[in-house]
């Protein structure tokens, strides 16, 4: 069993910046990708960056390249989602998750990953 659990989410202004963090606990002897993805009201749940096992490669949504980065910290099973130049569009809830073992590489799909964190909101006024 693996938890993973979100923090870092609030209130800003649009321009400004939010980082936030997903630390896994439990059963987390193997290294797999991980990603953070979103879901705003009344919208589908969509991929917003993902990461590979080592760190190596990356992935980000064409609306937050340039915007945001995704790291993670292997030795605190921790990663990290550092949101800049906010936009009230990516107003939302946001969720870390932990691939499945069999995906390589930077996956992308929702039934790519197994465990998910609850969430935490971010909210970017106009």
């Known amino acids: 069993q693996v938890q993973l659990v979100e923090s870092g989410g609030g209130l800003v202004q649009a321009g400004g910046s939010l980082r936030l963090s997903c630390t896994a606990s439990?059963?987390?002897?193997?290294?797999?990708?991980m990603g953070w993805f979103r879901q705003a009201p009344g919208k589908e749940r969509e991929i917003v960056a993902s990461?590979?096992?080592?760190?190596?490669?990356?992935y980000y949504q064409d609306s937050v390249k340039g915007r945001f980065t995704i790291s993670r910290d292997n030795a605190k099973n921790t990663v990290y989602l550092q949101m800049n130049s906010l936009k009230p569009e990516d107003t939302g809830v946001y969720r870390c998750a932990r691939a499945r073992t069999t995906p390589w590489g930077t996956p992308s799909l929702t039934y790519e990953y197994e465990y998910w964190g609850q969430g935490t909101q971010v909210t970017v006024a106009s």
């Open positions: 990461i590979s096992r080592s760190g190596g490669s990356t």
């Open positions: 439990g059963r987390t002897l193997s290294t797999v990708a």
